[in-house]
């Protein structure tokens, strides 16, 4: 089988040789995180990587995903990683303190990001949808959207989705035709056809939150 053994040296050179992150973070009020703290954090990731995620890569091309009974099942391996991964706090780096997240700079978190699509990219690829569902919702969410999701995304309980592509608006989504309408109540009614969303079905978690872009009535055509 093959192996993954991450660039810890290269990582630990281009943070502190290179970027001098230590300094990034004093300067903007993050003392907290030193060099000491980001090394453990990574060489924590390198070893997750290593000896739990690389591991099931081979599982995932040689099984893939199953529909059966209209559910979805994904490779030999693949929820029970999921479980260590948020049970030891990865899923919250970059999520908000407010709402149960370590709130870690992007800086410290790429590298165990990039450990983990290195050895194994199509688990990895549902949990950071996740993320960027989190990011949305805390960028552009209300309030009450945030106490109702943020919570259960951050700590991994659910899992985001991204609901961008359509058949005929990829790279273009300024093409795309969804529509969203209000009702009354103040929720939407959608129509449209999405396709390629990563993560849209599986085992992992009872719920999965769906993040659909769509077009209100007054939005322009282009
Ligand atoms: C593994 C995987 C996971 C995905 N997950 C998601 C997801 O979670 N959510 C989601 O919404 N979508 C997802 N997608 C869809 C992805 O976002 C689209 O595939 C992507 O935006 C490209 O769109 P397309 O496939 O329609 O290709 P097109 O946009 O039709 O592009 C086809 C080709 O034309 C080229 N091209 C396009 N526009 C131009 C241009 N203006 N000039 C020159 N060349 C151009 C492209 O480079 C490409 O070679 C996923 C796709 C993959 C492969």
């Given amino acids: ?116 699509v290195s050895a194994n990219v199509s688990w990895r690829l549902v949990c950071g949808l996740t993320e960027s569902a989190v990011l949305a919702l805390e960028k552009h969410g209300s309030d009450a959207l945030k106490e109702s999701y943020l919570p259960n995304l951050i700590s991994g309980e659910w899992t985001g989705t991204m609901n961008l592509t359509e058949p005929q608006a990829g790279s273009d989504l300024s093409l795309l035709t969804t529509k969203a309408e209000p009702n009354d109540d103040g929720s939407y009614k959608i129509s449209g056809t999405k396709i390629f969303i990563s993560g849209g079905d599986h085992e992992w978690t009872d719920n999965i939150i769906h993040l659909v872009l769509a077009r209100l009535p007054d939005a322009p055509r282009v």
């Avoid at 890569?57 to 479980?83: I, M, R």
Wanted: glycine share 8%.
């Fill in 1 to 116: 089988m093959p192996e993954y053994r991450a660039p810890l040296d290269d990582f630990q050179f281009l943070l502190h040789d290179w970027l001098n992150v230590s300094d990034h973070y004093r300067h903007i009020g993050k003392d907290d995180i030193d060099a000491e703290l980001v090394n453990e954090i990574i060489a924590q990731g390198a070893r997750f990587a290593e000896s739990e995620i690389a591991p099931i890569n081979q599982a995932g091309d040689q099984q893939g995903c199953k529909l059966s009974d209209g559910k979805v099942t994904t490779a030999q391996g693949f929820p029970e990683a999921y479980q260590n991964y948020i049970e030891n706090g990865w899923n919250a780096m970059l999520g908000c303190e407010e709402y149960g997240g370590q709130e870690l700079p992007y800086s410290v978190a790429i590298p165990v990001h990039e450990m983990l």
